[in-house]
Every structure is written in C-alpha cells, then in structure tokens.
C-alpha cells in the first residue's frame, strides 16, 4: 500500500539551512506536498510540487523532488525560531476511488536554536 | 472568510458517552475530510466525504459515524467513546479540481476518561 516515511525530529541553529526529507511509495502521484502544523494549531499548506517537476522554489523554501528513487526535500533557508514546527510530508495517490485523499507521513519535528 | 471551524475546540467524555463534532468550510469546497492525530503516529484518515451526499471509510473508520448535511456541513459522531479514540480530530475540505490541497481546521482535542 501507499507510504510516506520521514525522520522524526531536526535540530538546526538560527540562520542554518534545514532539511527536511521524505521518502514515498506510489510513483504514480500527482502531486507531492509540504504541511507546516505549529503547537495547538491544524496543518497549514506550506508548498507543493506537480510530478513532473524537479524542483520548486518560493522564498525562503526550496522542496527538490526526485522521482527515480521516490524522494522529497523540503529546504529552509536561513531557519528562525518561528520556523520550528511539525512538517508533514503528503502525497496524493492516484489508487482507486480515494482522488482527493492524502497519504500523510508521520512529521519531522523542527527545532531551532538560538 | 472563515476557512475551516471545528467545535468544540475541547471535549473530556466518560467512557460510553456519545458526542459529534462538528465542521463547517464556508469556500464551497466539495470534498470534505476526517483525521485523527495520535503522537508518534501522523495523520490517520477516519471517513471522508467526495461530494454532498456521499461518505466513505478510511483507514480508522471503526467506532466512528459521519453525516455530510449538506456541502458546508461534515459531522462525526462517536456514539459510545471509549479511551482508544482519545486523540485531537482534524477536519479538512479541498476542491478537488487541480492540485488535491487541503485546508484544515483548528482541531477538536478529545479526551475520554
């Protein structure tokens, strides 16, 4: 069946690049996203990426996706303390009868460091 | 513009007490969605809703019961709670048109005693 997998946690220094990594199974979806979920709150959409891209970029956020081993990035440059959060992997399946249904992973707690 | 409303935002139930909860969207979605959220353990779908009239299970569907009243409107219901579904509730809505993305609410943070 679908999976996403992601690491667990990330520590970085303020003003450090993060890296968020994301590995998935179905090689057939459409569409690859970046969820951004801060303490007490619901998940907000942070970025996405349509499958037939390599990479996208928006600001301070860079998400680079290679689709021969099924990875996705999410990099933030020059971190701050109002980025730590919880970020959700998601991919949407194109199986059967779920279009609209997302395959979250677990999250990758950020923590930033003064 | 509201977004996304869920309430309540917490609940503390008896074990065999019956509540709903409640979503509304005010951006015309069509699709409308259920999560759970237990640590360690991501998001879990519980039922979600592809168009007015029409609900379908997820991947943690036992235990839990939805209306979709109308397109504003996704409910779930927990008819006999039990300590196993302590968790917060998402509610979610997206179009499903172009890209799939999902907007969520603020989260119902239950817990049953």
């Known amino acids: 069946g679908e999976d996403v997998e992601q690491s667990l946690f990330l520590s970085v220094r303020e003003g450090d690049s993060s890296v968020i990594n994301c590995t998935y199974t179905?090689?057939?979806?459409?569409?690859l996203y970046w969820y951004k979920q801060e303490p007490g709150a619901g998940l907000q959409l942070l970025t996405y990426i349509f499958s037939n891209m390599d990479m996208k970029q928006d600001q301070r956020l860079t998400v680079l996706l290679n689709k021969k081993d099924k990875h996705l990035s999410l990099r933030i440059a020059d971190t701050q303390t109002g980025d730590s959060a919880i970020y959700f992997c998601?991919?949407?399946?194109?199986?059967?009868?779920?279009?609209?249904?997302?395959?979250f992973g677990k999250g990758t707690k950020l923590s930033v460091k003064p | 513009n509201a977004g996304v409303t869920q309430t309540p935002k917490f609940q503390v139930l008896k074990t065999g007490q019956s509540m709903t909860l409640q979503c509304a969207q005010d951006m015309n979605h069509n699709s409308m969605y259920w999560y759970r959220q237990d640590p360690g353990m991501g998001l879990r779908l519980i039922y979600y809703?592809?168009?007015?009239?029409?609900?379908d299970k997820g991947e943690v569907p036992n235990g839990y019961n939805v209306s979709r009243l109308n397109k504003r409107e996704f409910s779930l219901r927990l008819e006999s709670a039990a300590p196993s579904q302590t968790s917060v509730y998402f509610c979610?809505?997206?179009?499903?048109?172009?890209?799939?993305?999902?907007?969520f609410g603020p989260g119902t943070r239950l817990t049953v005693t």
């Open positions: 179905d090689s057939s979806s459409t569409y």
């Open positions: 998601a991919e949407s399946p194109s199986s059967g009868g779920s279009q609209g249904n997302l395959i």
């Open positions: 809703s592809a168009s007015e009239g029409t609900t």
């Open positions: 979610a809505s997206s179009e499903v048109v172009v890209s799939y993305e999902q907007y």
